[in-house]
DNA sequence: GTCTATACGGTGATAGAC
DNA sequence: GTCTATCACCGTATAGAC
């Protein structure tokens, strides 16, 4: 709890801090009972009685359930964005090493661990959340996306590769999800790690000149 | 609506099938409802309204909505497991035609289709049907990677394949889970036939040897 | 087997004190 | 900003007539 009793005098900007605050710890508490509970089961009362605040608190921020719930898909959505954009950003300027980058990226235990990867299908598992997620992450997807096929692009011009751009941009994507998929449903010791491996293996197999380096890019990690 | 009139003097047997068939409804009546609502919008009433009955006749055939689900579970689960398997039987009887079988099967569209998917991921989503899923279609999931594994050893044997027997059967069922997801939230000109020709080609670099014959078996279908 | 009516509990949201 | 109390609604399941 924050100091409540200075909170009269404030200057309206740490006010402002201390909402964020607030806000931030309820999408967290709404994104672990999502996790436990399911979004059906996912209460106001019980998004409350976890962050061990009053169901009014809940309201008087967000207003209604709704918005609670797409902010907290944003949430999710920007902080994914920004996982692999930044992994992009820092990569080498050279497709392949940008290609494992975003690979890499989106396996990162920030973004993707069994609690998260249980909330991402809660909201596509929801046909209403499908329509709210398509709304607010359908650019991301699209952007991600663009960016796979742009490095797979780039390498299809220089390299012999096996596949041609657009197919090696859908398999990879492809296998990222189901690798997810396994995360969540497979056998519980099946971890980042192995994904990761996983996907640098069709890599390889996508371009069979480049094998060594992207070997390399893995074990960098 | 069938014959009520005489109902009361029908032989027990054919009681029992109309019974049958009154669940069968019922059962696609909600199957349709988790794909237009989600599954915590998918009430007993709207179940009971889309199948024009009232929401008595569904307590008095399910119970309560929870054994509703579950039966709606196993269904799912049956016609899939009978399809792959009736796929695999119907196959020559060698490792890489029961392996392209096995992989095609689950992309049929009576399977696979913008609805049974959307169910499927209702269920996935949700964090208590998650475990209903995993007591109900665990052992088929397992009983395909298994089947997927038993082929890729096969081949493993045989040929010059270039990854383990392990990690193609590993990549092969992510690939194809992820193609699932791309067909709900993807693109949405995207269709089974496209995803069918993506996994060939994975198929097509774990067993460059066998290339032609994979080609073929695709386009026999 | 099928219907209608209803009891009961839980959920989102409001009101108003502090 | 935070709380408690409360309302109005909706969903499941029951009861009992037919």
């Given at each position: 709890m924050l100091n409540q009793v200075a909170e009269k005098n404030l200057p309206s900007r740490r006010r402002a801090l201390q909402s964020e605050f607030r806000k931030r710890q309820l999408i967290n508490s709404t994104i672990d009972c999502i996790e436990k509970f399911g979004l059906s089961q996912t209460t106001m009362a019980s998004i409350a009685k976890h962050a061990s605040v009053s169901q009014g608190i809940v309201v008087f921020h967000f207003q209604t359930k709704e918005s609670l719930l797409e902010q907290t898909l944003r949430r999710l959505s920007d902080d994914y964005g920004n996982c692999w954009k930044s992994a992009y950003h820092n990569a080498e300027t050279l497709p392949l090493a940008r290609l494992?980058?975003?690979?890499?990226?989106?396996?990162?235990?920030?973004?993707?661990?069994?609690?998260?990867?249980?909330?991402?299908?809660?909201?596509?598992?929801?046909?209403?959340?499908?329509?709210?997620?398509?709304?607010?992450?359908?650019?991301?997807?699209?952007?991600?996306?663009?960016?796979?096929?742009?490095?797979?692009?780039?390498?299809?011009?220089?390299?012999?590769?096996?596949?041609?751009?657009?197919?090696?941009?859908?398999?990879?994507?492809?296998?990222?999800?189901?690798?997810?998929?396994?995360?969540?449903?497979?056998?519980?010791?099946?971890?980042?790690?192995?994904?990761?491996?996983?996907?640098?293996?069709?890599?390889?197999?996508?371009?069979?000149?480049?094998?060594?380096?992207?070997?390399?890019?893995?074990n960098k990690s």
């Open positions: 494992c980058a975003l690979v890499e990226a989106v396996f990162s235990p920030a973004v993707c661990n069994r609690k998260l990867v249980g909330v991402w299908y809660a909201f596509w598992g929801d046909a209403r959340s499908r329509l709210l997620y398509k709304s607010l992450c359908g650019k991301q997807d699209i952007a991600y996306s663009s960016y796979l096929l742009e490095q797979c692009q780039s390498l299809e011009a220089a390299e012999s590769a096996t596949m041609s751009a657009n197919n090696a941009a859908l398999s990879i994507e492809s296998m990222i999800n189901g690798l997810w998929q396994e995360l969540l449903i497979g056998s519980p010791g099946f971890k980042q790690k192995e994904a990761v491996s996983t996907v640098f293996k069709l890599l390889q197999l996508i371009y069979p000149d480049r094998r060594h380096e992207i070997e390399l890019l893995e």
